[in-house]
């Protein structure tokens, strides 16, 4: 079955940018979602298909996929962007279509 | 808005079934696929399953194959999730989403709000 990478654990100082990395098989050929969750609460779509962003989500928040390695950026980082964030695909290699989430990515904002 | 509310916690015995419906608003229910992932305490997502709610059609993720069953009420724009033969490791928040787009493998927006399934003697 398909494996998603995530570090366990981020941490950068208010204002500065954050990097979380999603690694796997060629994931450059698949649709990356991130989410947000911070505790207590559901998860919160803040990228989907790789580098678009829903509304309401500020612009901070960027994505990109090549290769093995997706990453989603969160630029200018406040207090409030301390969370967990998760990366998902879909992997369609079988005949049965399965949903992937990485392991997960605690934010701490220093 | 688009919203989807969850139903109440759950306390179940080892061996019990739990059913978690999941009552959508805000769209035409039975034009977007609905999952359900769960999240054990401390833990990460995992996926469960899919269905449609048009069709009927579901998907399960292979480790709850036998074990769980997605149904819907159309009537009442309701999805539900039935997990059988609770054990302690089932213990988790339970979590229904809809799927983003139309077609189907796209992701997850909105959740719902989460119901505790908590299993135990």
């Known amino acids: 079955s398909y494996v998603l990478t995530q570090p366990p654990s981020v941490s950068v100082a208010p204002g500065q940018t954050a990097r979380i990395t999603c690694g796997g098989n060629?994931?450059?050929?698949?649709?990356v979602h991130w989410y947000q969750q911070k505790p207590g609460q559901a998860p919160v779509l803040v990228v989907y298909?790789?580098?678009d962003r829903p509304s309401g989500i500020p612009e901070r928040f960027s994505g990109s996929n090549s290769g093995n390695t997706a990453t989603l950026t969160i630029s200018r980082v406040e207090a409030g962007d301390e969370a967990d964030y998760y990366c998902?695909?879909?992997?369609?290699?079988?005949?049965?279509?399965?949903?992937?989430f990485g392991g997960g990515t605690k934010l701490t904002v220093l | 808005q688009v919203q989807l509310v969850q139903s109440g916690a759950e306390v179940k015995k080892p061996g019990a079934s739990v059913k978690v419906s999941c009552k959508a608003s805000?769209?035409?229910?039975?034009?977007?696929?609905i999952n359900w992932v769960r999240q054990a305490t401390g833990q990460g997502l995992e996926w469960m399953g899919w269905?449609?709610?048009?069709?009927?059609?579901?998907g399960y993720a292979q480790k709850f194959q036998g074990r769980v069953t997605m149904t819907r009420n159309t009537s009442i724009s309701t999805a539900y999730m039935e997990l059988s033969s609770l054990r302690s490791e089932d213990t988790a928040v339970y979590y229904c989403?809809?799927?983003?787009?139309?077609?189907?493998?796209?992701?997850?927006?909105?959740w719902g709000q989460g119901t505790l399934v908590t299993v135990s003697s």
């Open positions: 805000g769209y035409t229910f039975t034009s977007y696929d």
């Open positions: 998902q695909v879909w992997d369609s290699s079988s005949d049965h279509p399965d949903v992937v």
């Open positions: 269905m449609n709610p048009n069709s009927g059609n579901t």
């Open positions: 989403a809809r799927v983003g787009a139309v077609a189907g493998i796209s992701w997850f927006d909105p």
């Open positions: 060629n994931i450059g050929s698949k649709s």
């Open positions: 298909d790789d580098s």
